[in-house]
């Protein structure tokens, strides 16, 4: 009898730790694909209308020149720019251990190369990453009362920065960079997966 009944327990904590498993993978696997859903939506979604500010999410920079992938958000900052979206661009991003120069500077100097009055361009060269970039992004905001922003970046990267910003309470637009093809920036599902695991991670910190 004993031993029966240490059976049947052995096999119900086998169900509940099987059950738990699939639950929790279940849960997993519905939660990643709602982020990829909205990860796409804004992926494709060029909201660009008139605002106070463009913002141009850092990129690689080369010894002072754009990587493809950051000259192909200037451009497409620059086309914004032209067509009267806004009176400002801020250039994005510091410098990695070493270089000479940050990725905002070389925003800026790119910008400038092209047109842009060095006026009307703000440089940021401190911040190391999405969420320190973000965060630099509300800072310069508040402090020069800007209230709705565009924000340029990589299609994969906007919900993310969409949803950090306004987590902050700006008015957030999102404008897709240009597909720039033959660049070292791994693949669109590499680049959705490290958003997917970024975006929840984020979250997480967030309770």
């Given at each position: 009898?004993?031993?029966?009944?240490?059976?049947?327990?052995?096999?119900?904590?086998?169900?509940?730790?099987?059950?738990?498993?699939?639950?929790?993978?279940?849960?997993?696997a519905s939660w990643s694909i709602w982020v990829y859903l909205q990860i796409e939506r804004f992926a494709?979604?060029?909201?660009?209308?008139?605002?106070?500010?463009?913002?141009v999410f850092g990129a690689a920079e080369y010894a002072g020149r754009p990587s493809p992938v950051l000259r192909a958000r200037l451009d497409h900052a620059l086309a914004l720019y032209e067509h009267g979206i806004a009176p400002v661009v801020l250039t994005l991003g510091g410098s990695a251990p070493g270089d000479q120069f940050s990725e905002g500077q070389v925003g800026q100097a790119y910008l400038m190369a092209n047109g842009v009055p060095e006026k009307a361009i703000i440089a940021e060269t401190q911040s190391r990453n999405t969420e320190e970039q973000a965060r630099r992004i509300v800072a310069i905001a508040r402090t020069n009362g800007y209230k709705r922003i565009v924000i340029v970046s990589d299609p994969a990267h906007l919900f993310r920065v969409r949803e950090i910003c306004a987590r902050a309470g700006m008015q957030v637009l999102t404008s897709p960079r240009s597909q720039v093809s033959a660049v070292g920036s791994g693949s669109e599902w590499q680049q959705i997966g490290h958003e997917i695991v970024a975006y929840t991670l984020w979250r997480a910190h967030l309770h």
């Open positions: 009898m004993e031993r029966l009944r240490g059976n049947w327990f052995a096999s119900m904590m086998r169900f509940m730790v099987l059950y738990l498993l699939v639950v929790a993978l279940l849960g997993a494709y979604e060029d909201e660009a209308a008139a605002a106070d500010v463009i913002c």
